[in-house]
């Protein structure tokens, strides 16, 4: 019903930036929070940062000050800029979004969406 789809992963050196990029689409009829998780091996999934939709941040502690979340309410799309990055960033990251939505058979249900990841690797 609702499809999230995540771009600008890939390898870079520490001291880098990064910028990911998420859409939301589907039969989205409000979102509340977009947010980023991301999963490194063996490690639980962590929330990053996440941007409720009147612009109210949150950020892990170890990424405060290094990593800038922002949304696009329009158009549904959210945005991390990371910068500083270092080898402990790398990871999956996953968009999340959560809110409301509009069935097929035309009932609002809880939305709670997850992207598919992608990864991010810091390494010299």
């Known amino acids: 019903q609702v499809r999230l789809v995540e771009s600008g992963g890939g390898l870079v050196q520490p001291g880098g930036s990064l910028r990911l990029s998420c859409a939301a689409s589907?039969?989205?009829?409000?979102?509340?929070?977009m947010g980023w998780y991301r999963q490194a091996p063996g490690a639980q999934r962590e929330l990053v940062a996440s941007?409720?939709?009147?612009?109210?941040?949150n950020y892990a502690a170890s990424v405060k000050d290094r990593f800038t979340i922002s949304r696009d309410n329009a158009k549904n799309t959210v945005s991390l800029q990371m910068n500083s990055l270092k080898p402990e960033d790398t990871a999956v990251y996953y968009c999340?979004?959560?809110?409301?939505?509009?069935?097929?058979?035309?009932?609002?249900?809880?939305?709670?969406?997850w992207g598919q990841g992608t990864l991010v690797t810091v390494s010299s």
């Open positions: 999340n979004a959560d809110g409301t939505y509009k069935s097929s058979s035309g009932f609002f249900r809880a939305l709670n969406a």
């Open positions: 941007i409720a939709s009147g612009g109210t941040t």
């Open positions: 589907g039969r989205i009829f409000s979102i509340n929070h």
